[in-house]
């Protein structure tokens, strides 16, 4: 999971991308008064697409007359907070928009202020709030304030009724209130709330409250355009609604809805923003009282049908030309989903090209690889308009996706040559399929991961278990030239992952301590470079070749086996962090960045100890000479291996509790524990072999590590410790010692020593590689809850 800074650090990078090819952050160069329907971009008239007054009241004569009126009767200001005093226009505002809403309505400064009077003030410590994973960031950012005075707060999956009552069920034991937080209309996919299936879990429910924000729900759909949320919800005494005066009302601000006149005053008088926020100004606020008045008027039904006549146009127009659509719902938005950022950008800027701008819907606002064009459509639009921009996309979505099909398959044009494809990939999904020579000679030296390697891995995790997470199926990947060449070679296994694997200690802690009652909350099918039980450089290039044209043929078999193995996420991991070319390449490619922890080599391994201690440093010398060739002879070492002495099932079970006293504190990359069986397959593998280190005085094994020999480099990919040792007998510094002295003896090159424990490696000797995984995910839910926990772990 990406830290704080590192999402801010890709918000930067993908916005800055996007603005600069002219698709995001632009203004207008209108000198003549704004239409609605049209703007001027670099001197050029285009239609927009890109407004949210659904219902072109902003510029409706009576609108603006009434701005005028309150300019001359009120000013252009009344400056003071409404904990002080509010402007006339309030009262009346407020009896309106009661009427109009059918609920006791407070008005503050902007919908996302409302958020931040009211939710502090009702929700309470001991309640818990359940919010959809995609509910509009405002309400995010309120719910942020609740976590700082204790609130417990989680994330549902998105419209995912079954999982949410499940949570119901569980929090109502410890919590006084259940808090479930939705947007009415979603603002990019543009897809509803399930409101029946919310109306019926209230009635189910006592303690279940709901708080839904219906920005882009008001005015154009409902009763008095109340929205959809209140024509299902409204009434109900344990429903707030936040409805926006902006968008589809035409003026500003924004409107709580309360079931009761208590709870209204209540976030009055105790709500922060109400105190020390400024308030609407006149101007906007008699534009209010107009759109109020329009919208219980009875004009206001036949302006919504004729907005759904746009919306019905669009839609089937889009189904007529195969314009795929995130969802068909009766809303003013449209979003055409396009996979990644570069495809969006593509059709964005074509589509500009004929006239018609429209929004870029991109990360994080959606996935990265649901990248898209977001459409609003308004009574401003003609029929033309919607025709002309229908008929834009029909030109520019399918040749922009047949491009994006070819670069993931051949690296657009400079891939297909006059005599057929110039790349090709194979697809294995057993080691025995492979070239064991060429394999082991390009990756081969990187891990675990020779061709025997893996047939051991097939062994023991590729056959059905009694637990999911020992399932393992491999994928194996060779892309080739003309000449069958390798350009590519690499390989990814489909298991099951806990989500917080790349998160922070302390967030892997808050997940485990859920996992006490539930032992696969938040796991998922991954889809990963590597395995589990490797590590190093997965990832062959040949960077003389057509090594982007290669990446874009395995990106594109890699999402195709992911889909069929049902994996949410595909992670690329463990790339040189400085490998800046190739982390540009796979980032343009929808891959987040993601950090990991340093891995450590050993090199060169030759010589004896006077030699080694004479490359250390002075500080580093006497460390290891008091706390580590100190106890070489408190300790017996055995070397088990395949063909040797008849192991018991006792030893092993010791051993593997070694193993498991290790793997419960490894929070640092979370994983599952590996299968009891694990150590008797790799003794019956020449690949792997045992450590055992047993103290003199006691006879008793208090540390054990788990050793891959390859033809030239060495890699303890295991270790097992008992903690009581580990300070007064040096038990683990004792295991890296005999690896090294191990290596030696073997003759190996280089002792790949893994991640985790950084200061105790780098006193041997050992330097650090940084490293870092790429993530695609097919959507935010569980990233979501754990930028939550982190937050929770923070606030700790």
């Given at each position: 999971m990406p830290t704080a800074e590192e999402r801010l650090a890709i918000l930067d990078e993908v916005l800055t991308e996007a603005a600069g090819k002219g698709l995001l952050q632009l203004s207008p160069d209108d000198v003549a008064p704004l239409d609605g329907r049209t703007i001027s971009l670099d001197g050029r008239s285009v239609v927009s697409f890109g407004s949210c007054s659904y219902l072109g009241l902003e510029l409706d004569p009576r609108m603006k007359q009434a701005t005028i009126d309150a300019v001359l009767r009120y000013g252009t200001q009344f400056s003071s907070s409404r904990g002080y005093l509010s402007s006339p226009q309030y009262l009346e505002l407020e009896t309106l928009l009661s009427q109009m809403f059918g609920g006791h309505v407070l008005v503050t400064p902007t919908t996302s202020l409302g958020h931040l009077s009211t939710l502090p003030v009702l929700v309470d410590s001991t309640d818990a709030v359940l919010l959809d994973h995609q509910v509009h960031a405002s309400v995010q950012m309120a719910a942020n304030q609740l976590r700082v005075k204790g609130t417990a707060v989680d994330l549902v999956r998105?419209?995912?009724?079954?999982?949410?009552?499940?949570?119901?069920?569980?929090?109502?034991?410890?919590?006084?209130?259940?808090?479930?937080?939705?947007?009415?209309?979603?603002?990019?996919?543009?897809?509803?709330?399930?409101f029946a299936e919310l109306r019926a879990l209230l009635d189910k429910y006592p303690q279940l409250w709901l708080y839904v924000d219906d920005s882009h729900g008001v005015g154009w759909a409902g009763q008095h355009g109340r929205g959809p949320a209140l024509d299902v919800l409204g009434g109900h005494p344990?429903?707030?609604?936040?409805?926006?005066?902006?968008k589809s009302f035409g003026a500003a601000g924004g409107a709580i809805v309360f079931p009761d006149a208590e709870l209204r005053r209540r976030v009055k008088t105790g709500g922060g923003p109400m105190m020390f926020s400024g308030p609407i100004q006149p101007p906007l606020l008699g534009a209010a009282i107009e759109s109020a008045k329009i919208h219980l008027s009875d004009e206001l039904p036949a302006l919504q049908a004729a907005l759904r006549e746009r919306v019905e146009?669009?839609?089937s127009l889009c189904s007529e030309h195969g314009i795929p659509l995130a969802t068909?719902?009766?809303?003013?938005?449209?979003?055409?989903?396009?996979?990644?950022?570069?495809?969006?950008?593509?059709?964005?800027?074509?589509?500009?090209a004929d006239g018609y701008y429209t929004n870029l819907g991109t990360f994080p606002a959606v996935p990265m690889k649901h990248a898209g064009v977001r459409i609003t459509l308004t009574l401003h639009h003609t029929v033309e308009d919607i025709r002309g921009l229908v008929e834009s996309l029909a030109r520019h979505v399918p040749a922009a996706l047949e491009r994006a099909g070819e670069a993931a398959k051949r690296r657009h044009a400079k891939i297909v040559g006059e005599h057929g494809p110039a790349l090709a990939i194979e697809h294995h999904v057993s080691a025995d399929a492979l070239n064991?020579?060429?394999?082991?000679?390009?990756?081969?030296?990187?891990?675990?991961f020779t061709v025997d390697g893996l047939?051991?891995?097939?062994?023991?995790?590729?056959?059905?278990?009694?637990?999911p997470e020992d399932q393992w199926a491999f994928h194996y990947y060779v892309v080739r030239d003309r000449a069958g060449k390798a350009v590519l070679a690499t390989f990814f296994t489909a298991a099951l992952w806990k989500d917080?694997?790349?998160a922070s200690a302390a967030v892997s802690d808050l997940v485990e301590a859920r996992r006490a009652e539930d032992p696969y909350y938040l796991t998922s099918t991954t889809f990963g470079m590597g395995s589990l039980l490797t590590e190093g450089d997965h990832l062959y290039l040949d960077r003389n070749a057509d090594w982007k044209g290669a990446l874009d043929l395995l990106m594109a078999a890699v999402s195709e086996d992911a889909r069929a193995a049902g994996a949410g996420t595909i992670v690329f991991r463990d790339l040189h962090a400085a490998d800046l070319e190739l982390a540009e390449a796979v980032r343009e490619r929808g891959y987040v960045k993601t950090s990991l922890p340093q891995s450590l080599v050993y090199e060169p391994v030759h010589g004896g100890d006077a030699e080694w201690l004479a490359k250390l440093s002075v500080k580093a010398r006497v460390h290891q000479r008091k706390s580590v060739l100190a106890f070489d002879d408190a300790y017996e070492v055995e070397w088990l291996r395949a063909g040797g002495r008849e192991v018991s099932d006792a030893e092993l079970d010791h051993l593997y509790a070694l193993y498991l006293a290790v793997q419960a504190r490894g929070r640092d990359l979370n994983s599952f524990p590996l299968p009891k069986g694990f150590l008797r397959d790799m003794l019956a593998h020449p690949s792997w072999e045992l450590m055992t280190l047993r103290l003199k005085e006691s006879g008793t094994v208090v540390a054990f590590g788990a050793h891959f020999v390859g033809t030239r480099h060495y890699a303890p990919m295991v270790v097992g410790l008992d903690y009581d040792y580990t300070r007064s007998h040096g038990a683990y510094r004792q295991a890296l010692r005999q690896a090294v002295l191990r290596a030696r003896e073997l003759g190996s090159k280089r002792v790949l020593l893994g991640m985790g424990a950084t200061f105790e490696k780098t006193r041997f000797g050992a330097h650090v590689q940084e490293r870092v995984a790429f993530a695609q995910a097919s959507d935010h839910y569980s990233s979501e809850v754990l930028a939550a926990l982190a937050a929770d772990s923070h606030g700790a």
């Open positions: 998105h419209n995912h009724m079954e999982r949410l009552e499940a949570m119901i069920n569980r929090l109502s034991k410890d919590h006084d209130r259940i808090w479930y937080m939705a947007d009415g209309v979603y603002s990019m996919f543009a897809d509803l709330a399930p344990r429903v707030i609604a936040a409805c926006s005066l902006n146009l669009f839609t068909t719902d009766t809303t003013p938005i449209r979003y055409v989903p396009l996979g990644l950022p570069v495809v969006a950008h593509d059709v964005i800027g074509q589509i500009l064991a020579a060429e394999w082991d000679t390009l990756l081969g030296e990187r891990g675990t047939r051991f891995l097939e062994r023991a995790f590729g056959q059905p278990g009694e637990r917080d694997m790349m």
